[in-house]
């Protein structure tokens, strides 16, 4: 059993996915593989022509221009080449999905993560002002549900003051702003504003993409966002005690991890 494992890899690797093999893996049609990234392994696909995807297909994403996704692989795997290949296996994410004007039952988002798949799929067309942002956004939301038991939404509630509610869904509230606020008062974004989970994603999208020294001025000014930031950081090192961050902010806000 173990030596055909070996050679069911080995082909793997040495042989182009073609599409049928990739509808195969993670059940999206209409994908070819763009690249294989040699430094973290994530896989890079793109849509071919639009595909639809759930039970009642109200998952849509169109193909894009071949310009457009040479453009869009450059940002996309530069900020995935953040995460190590031991982490990115922890997590379970191993396939990257690039296509344009995503949309569930006619919203657009950002992108869909599924740890069960091991998938993300972005949309390249996204709002090119928080794109970038956006990629770590959904990164954090393959790493919430892979660890749903360590990012514990009852404990992040209590950080916020005790008359702020959130909404029941992201998609039930008309709090989707996404400018990062001067005066951030426990919240980095509008959107943060709409449940638990788009809170910490959007703080982790700031962790990962403003600087250490931002990063620590919003926390000598915000008692709550410093809380928010604090507990993100340290169950991320809870589940990978080697996750990359600035020197200067981890020192600065003393994080270890027996």
């Not at 290949?85 to 690039?98: A, S």
């Not at 002002?129 to 939301?141: D, G, N």
């Amino acid at each position: 059993m173990k030596l055909f494992k070996v050679i069911l890899l080995t082909i793997f690797f040495i042989t182009p996915l073609k599409a049928n093999t990739i509808y195969n893996l993670i059940k999206i049609p209409n994908l070819e593989l763009y690249q294989i990234d040699k430094k973290n392994q994530l896989r890079y696909l793109y849509a071919s022509s639009s595909f639809r995807l759930g039970v009642k297909k109200n998952i849509v994403c169109m193909n894009s221009t071949k310009e457009d996704y040479n453009k869009k692989f450059k940002l996309i795997s530069y900020n995935l080449n953040r995460y190590s290949k031991d982490f990115l296996k922890k997590i379970n994410l191993r396939y990257i999905v690039m296509c344009e004007n995503l949309s569930i039952s006619g919203i657009n988002t950002a992108g869909i993560p599924d740890n069960i798949m091991k998938t993300l799929i972005l949309d390249i067309k996204f709002n090119e002002k928080y794109f970038k942002r956006a990629i770590h956004h959904e990164v954090f939301h393959i790493i919430n549900d892979s660890f749903k038991e360590i990012f514990n939404e009852d404990e992040w509630v209590k950080f916020n003051n005790k008359n702020f509610k959130y909404a029941d869904c992201s998609t039930c509230t008309k709090k989707l702003g996404l400018n990062t606020y001067t005066n951030t008062n426990g919240f980095f974004t509008e959107y943060s504003q709409s449940t638990p989970s788009e809170d910490m994603a959007e703080t982790f999208s700031h962790i990962m993409t403003l600087s250490p020294k931002k990063i620590k001025e919003i926390n000598d000014s915000d008692n709550i966002l410093k809380n928010k930031v604090e507990f993100i950081k340290y169950r991320l090192l809870k589940i990978y005690k080697d996750f990359k961050f600035s020197e200067e902010l981890k020192t600065s806000m003393n994080l270890t991890v027996k």
